[in-house]
């Protein structure tokens, strides 16, 4: 999962990036954005599915049902201070992906009983694009054992990069959310294939 860059801001550099994703074949994209208003937040919700769908690739929106309502995405990801999963379920329909942030065992057995496609580990390393309310580092050990526990698909975020990927994958998850390492590559569409290749099932997934 390549989850976009807020960092970004130029519009034309922003979409270079995400379609170098896309052509590295990335298997599901992330738009997520922060601190912008309602407005930019839509329209570059609007570019962004554009071409999503040039690549037949789903698109989920962090947090904003409201705008995932509005350009009809495939999902959204929300986390534990954002509206419940029960209310979220039930804007979106059963067919939409619903992603929920896990950083804990606790938080881990809940979802079991949730109504979620999969849960987003969060963070599984230390991690600088997101500092706000953040965590302790999950770590590989934190990984294997809320997969023990855990009966929904996980995808690990938070520091995933070329060189920890691999070990990711080989400890239980079932995909990765990769913001840095895909968004500062000197080039994007290479290093999402690389990345891609370390998954051992190496089929279209999280």
């Not at 519009?11 to 407005?39: H, M, N, P, W, Y």
């Not at 995909?175 to 990345?195: F, K, L, M, N």
Request: glycine share 8%; net charge negative; charged share 25%.
């Amino acid at each position: 999962m390549y989850v976009t860059d807020e960092r970004i801001t130029d519009d034309t550099q922003f979409l270079a990036i995400l379609e170098a994703s896309l052509k590295g074949g990335t298997t599901i994209v992330q738009l997520r954005e922060k601190k912008c208003d309602s407005r930019y937040f839509y329209e570059r919700a609007v570019a962004t599915k554009k071409l999503c769908e040039k690549y037949h690739i789903p698109l989920i929106v962090n947090d904003r049902i409201d705008i995932a309502l509005a350009i009809n995405a495939d999902g959204v990801h929300v986390g534990q201070k954002d509206l419940p999963v029960a209310v979220v379920r039930e804007l979106l329909g059963p067919d939409k992906i619903v992603g929920w942030s896990v950083s804990n065992e606790a938080q881990a057995v809940e979802a079991n009983d949730l109504q979620v496609d999969y849960i987003g580990l969060s963070p599984i390393f230390a991690t600088g694009t997101k500092t706000e309310d953040l965590d302790p580092p999950l770590e590989i050990e934190g990984l294997v054992a809320l997969k023990a526990i855990s009966n929904k698909p996980i995808v690990c975020i938070g520091g995933v990069n070329q060189k920890n990927a691999q070990s990711v994958f080989q400890n239980g998850s079932d995909g990765i959310a990769v913001i840095s390492a895909i968004s500062q590559a000197q080039d994007p569409e290479q290093a999402t294939r690389q990345i891609n290749g370390m998954n051992p099932r190496a089929s279209p997934g999280l």
